[in-house]
């Protein structure tokens, strides 16, 4: 089963800064995200009928299918680029 | 079960597994009671490509803070390959000749879904190691 990432963590450090250092809880987005998806089913269930019709929704749900994988393979995608006195870190977990 | 260990032993044989593999499988054989196919341990679902990494670190000793260290799902590429089915077609064409240019010799139709595990199976193979500068610089998938 694929989860999506659950928790983004970024770091900046400048030099002579304390920088930010935050931790993104993502997993409170996709809990709205499937309450919008909810709220909205029947108009993507219409939307979804119509584009076998029209080729551009068609195109738009291809989107958004690829958009989705995209998010969902995020998980474990690491950046961390350490310098003298700078910091870089993205993680998604 | 025997026939399963055999085989495995083959495979390590034949330079087709490593010895670390070879006793991955073994114990997960064991672990398994022989009940699983070997079909399903075999090294290569075993080993599916999920990482492409970029690492750059300072020789030891350097005393150099400087590091890179970049960790990609493969999974990303697949779903970046599929993106670029939905390109506009004038879009498909700059990047088509951005390529030209650059004397790539392929367009994004080259690039297609049904190719694209070739392609990550190949970066299996693929390891860059380049030492300059004092930084030493890694490139690999596992």
């Known amino acids: 089963m694929k989860i999506p990432p659950l928790v983004m963590y970024l770091r900046i450090k400048e030099p002579e800064e304390s920088g930010i250092r935050l931790w993104i809880p993502l997993f409170l987005l996709w809990l709205f995200v499937i309450f919008l998806l909810a709220l909205f089913l029947p108009l993507v269930v219409l939307l979804a009928l119509i584009s076998v019709h029209v080729p551009e929704i068609r195109r738009v749900f291809i989107f958004a299918g690829i958009i989705y994988e995209i998010i969902f393979s995020l998980r474990e995608l690491s950046v961390d680029v350490e310098g003298e006195h700078q910091v870089f870190i993205l993680k998604f977990m | ?55 750059v670190e300072p020789e030891s000793g350097n005393g150099k803070k400087d590091r890179v260290n970049i960790k990609i799902p493969i999974a990303i590429i697949r779903a970046g390959v599929k993106m670029t089915n939905l390109l506009p077609e004038d879009a498909r064409d700059k990047i088509n000749g951005a390529f030209r240019e650059k004397g790539l010799g392929m367009t994004l139709d080259d690039i297609k879904e049904e190719n694209i595990e070739d392609f990550i199976e190949a970066l299996r193979d693929m390891t860059i190691d380049v030492e300059a500068d004092n930084k030493r610089v890694k490139i690999f998938c596992e």
């Open chain 2, 1 to 55: 079960m025997g026939d399963e260990r055999t085989r495995i032993l083959n495979m390590l044989k034949e330079g087709k597994i490593t010895v670390d593999e070879a006793e991955e499988l073994l114990s997960a054989l064991e672990g398994q009671g022989g009940g699983k196919e070997l079909s399903a341990l075999s090294p290569d679902s075993a080993k599916k490509l999920k990482y492409f990494h970029v690492i």
